[in-house]
């Protein structure tokens, strides 16, 4: 059964500990040498591990003179308890977790005993391989990480699912959700009629499998859905378009956590990990995003080819740091003709200038497939929905970021009201939104919230709270049909009594918006390839009526038809 949190930490620490004994005692070469045998372990491990221990569960009782039998009752516990919330405050804490399983597997292959261990502890290992899979990516790359997956794959397939299961090694993410992140789930493009160019951007690509998590990962599926996709071309020649790979908002994430808080040691004023091997050139940092952003156009040849117009850039959240108008000023002297692919078109301190309807397009943000699916989990009938409307999220009372933003500080008069749910942040959230009619989808910091893409798979119906939220898909999808938009100046109880004469009073529209809400949620699925309906369908649609308008360029300002 999951752990209390006081025993998750007091697990993480001793795993942890651990870990961070094993990376100092390897020598860098040392390292190396029994890393880059790591396929050819996992091969061996796999036709010899010990038949009896794979029946039964008897076993995981450690070997003399490796490793003690109490390191697999941590090591299963720290797999089987990542989602407690204490581990996922921060982006460089959760990277630690699977640099404990990585450095872990590293410490074992040095004692030179690999066989040992997967006679002792089969399915241990390849849980801890499985959780160390995004490690190894950044360490050694996509095909070490591919070769590594697909074996455990084969492992699964040929032994006893149960006992996989005791191990806490579900199926769904290796079904589903690895295969598209490493590259190994083909497609066909949506039906995509143009050509396209991925670039091998090497390090601004790094990391696709860590990458893929929260609203981020848009970065990472487009690109991975492209590189996979029937519409790729590895001939410039006959490219319509050249996709830019690059995972910034992810990298710029990754830096020091300067509150200190969670798994990161404290060493002097060094903030950085010390699990998290070479933790700096893990990731970017704010102030050196200009030269960092012009370096990587610095390597793409084909870019002057039309001025950079048929170059296609992914900005999965512009808020703050991350926001490339901020962080790269100069971008107008350098990509002004450039498609990007944004998740809002307004953004901060920026306004319009950041986005041209012409050549842009919005996107909707991603959404973790567990998370997905358990919000999914609880969409009731309309008859079952007890809740006028809810929201539960980031208010002026609970995040000093918000104290400016008017719309929501206006939804607090609702948070007494018996019919509503409206406050900051529930473990019942999913529920809550199940049982409401509609969803409040309000202004944050910027324009644009997943709060929006989350409402579909609850079958909540939005109610948008935001007047420069710019949606995306409009040639796709008819929003007034699926939603209701409220000026966000006037939220008052006046809005409170429309949707309460609403539910009260017109009963069958509210249950056939919610329908409509349902059949629609395809749109904002990354996990769902159909042609008629997903995503990668409306990112395909935009890209192909940019591509049929895009003029011939002789010179910035002149062209021909």
Excluded at 21 to 27: E, H, I, K, N
Excluded at 177 to 184: A, S
Excluded at 285 to 308: M, N, V, Y
Excluded at 318 to 325: D, E, P, R, W
Aim: net charge negative.
């Amino acid at each position: 059964s999951p752990l209390s949190s006081h025993a998750v930490m007091e697990t993480l620490a001793i795993v942890v500990s651990l870990a961070v004994v094993g990376t100092r005692a390897a020598g860098t070469d040392d390292v190396q040498q029994a890393q880059a045998s790591v396929a050819f372990q996992i091969a061996q491990i796999f036709e010899n591990g010990n038949d009896t221990c794979r029946q039964t569960f008897s076993c995981c009782h450690g070997s003399p003179a490796t490793v003690d039998g109490s390191l697999w009752q941590h090591v299963k516990a720290f797999a089987s308890n990542y989602h407690v919330r204490e581990l996922l405050d921060s982006t460089p804490r959760m990277l630690e977790r699977h640099y404990t399983f990585y450095n872990l597997w590293v410490r074992m292959q040095n004692a030179g005993a690999s066989q040992v261990f997967a006679a002792d502890c089969y399915f241990g290992v390849v849980a801890m391989l499985l959780n160390a899979l995004p490690a190894i990516e950044f360490e050694h790359g996509l095909d070490l990480a591919q070769e590594v997956f697909l074996s455990a794959v084969d492992m699964l397939e040929r032994n006893n699912s149960t006992e996989a299961a005791n191990w806490t090694i579900p199926r769904e993410p290796l079904d589903r959700q690895f295969p598209l992140f490493l590259g190994l789930q083909a497609n066909d493009c949506a039906g995509a009629k143009f050509r396209v160019y991925v670039y091998e951007s090497q390090q601004y690509s790094l990391g696709s499998v860590f990458c893929s998590a929260g609203q981020w990962g848009v970065e990472v599926l487009l690109h991975r859905f492209f590189a996979s996709g029937s519409c790729r071309t590895l001939n410039a020649d006959e490219a319509d378009l050249f996709l830019v790979p690059d995972y910034r908002a992810c990298h710029i994430h990754l830096a020091p956590n300067f509150q200190h808080k969670g798994l990161t040691l404290l060493e002097g004023d060094d903030y950085h990990s010390q699990v998290i091997r070479n933790h700096k050139d893990k990731y970017r940092r704010p102030e050196e995003a200009e030269s960092s952003f012009l370096g990587l156009i610095q390597t793409l040849p084909h870019f002057d080819r039309k001025k950079g117009m048929d170059h296609i850039f992914i900005f999965s959240d512009q808020g703050f740091i991350v926001n490339f108008t901020h962080t790269f000023p100069s971008w107008r002297d350098h990509i002004p003709h450039s498609i990007f692919l944004t998740t809002e078109a307004f953004t901060p301190g920026c306004g319009p200038g950041c986005f041209s309807p012409w050549k842009d397009a919005v996107i909707p943000g991603h959404i973790d497939l567990d998370r997905m699916e358990r919000i999914r989990s609880f969409n009731q009938p309309s008859s079952n929905r007890s809740l006028l409307f809810n929201f539960h999220g980031r208010l002026p009372v609970n995040h000093d970021y918000y104290e400016k933003v008017g719309v929501r500080r206006a939804l607090l008069q609702f948070a007494e009201l018996p019919d509503v749910s409206v406050g900051g942040f529930i473990e019942e959230y999913f529920e809550v939104m199940g049982k409401s009619h509609f969803c409040l989808v309000p202004e944050g910091t910027s324009s644009w919230t997943n709060h929006l893409y989350e409402s579909f798979f609850a079958g909540c119906i939005p109610l948008i709270l935001s007047d420069r939220y710019v949606l995306p898909f409009q040639d796709l999808i008819d929003w007034p049909s699926i939603s209701i938009r409220w000026p966000q100046e006037a939220v008052s109880l006046e809005m409170y009594m429309y949707i309460k004469e609403l539910v009260g009073k017109r009963r069958p529209l509210v249950e056939a918006i919610k329908q409509r809400v349902d059949e629609h949620a395809c749109w904002f699925d990354f996990y769902r390839f159909d042609r008629d309906c997903s995503p990668y369908r409306g990112v395909v649609h935009d890209l192909e009526r940019r591509h049929q308008k895009m003029p011939k360029y002789l010179h910035p300002h002149h062209w021909m038809l």
